[in-house]
């Protein structure tokens, strides 16, 4: 049975920082993601890392503040989060799923398994 288990939600003031952590069991994916959801929005990719090639992805809104990584030995995502935005305010979603050289790799079509969800909100 795959699960992925977020955790380390939570709330902050803008400027601050927080960790996420996807822990997954049952299934050991080449591709996994972040994604989150604000109220009344569509759920949107933030980061993903492919292993496959090595590389990182992120929505532009995030790149230079947010980091992902993933610790191959804990089967562990992690998303590092800095100078955080009132507008980053949404739950955050792990996704895993197989990828290739040419996948979407930010597209919730890319994935099939998803975690629960973990709450952050940034206030002003």
């Known amino acids: 049975q795959v699960q992925l288990v977020e955790s380390g939600g939570g709330s902050v003031q803008a400027g601050g920082s927080l960790r996420l952590s996807c822990a997954a069991s049952?299934?050991?994916?080449?591709?996994m993601a972040w994604f989150r959801q604000a109220p009344g929005k569509e759920r949107e990719g933030v980061a993903a890392i492919y292993t496959g090639g090595g590389r990182t992805y992120y929505v532009d809104s995030v790149k230079g503040r947010f980091t992902i990584r993933r610790d191959i030995a804990k089967n562990t995502l992690y998303l590092e989060m800095n100078s955080l935005k009132p507008e980053d305010t949404a739950i955050y979603y792990c996704?895993?799923?197989?990828?290739?050289?040419?996948?979407?790799?930010?597209?919730?079509?890319?994935?099939?398994?998803w975690g629960q969800g973990t709450q952050v909100t940034v206030s002003s």
């Open positions: 996704a895993a799923g197989v990828c290739y050289p040419g996948s979407w790799f930010l597209s919730r079509d890319t994935y099939n398994y």
């Open positions: 049952g299934y050991t994916a080449n591709c």
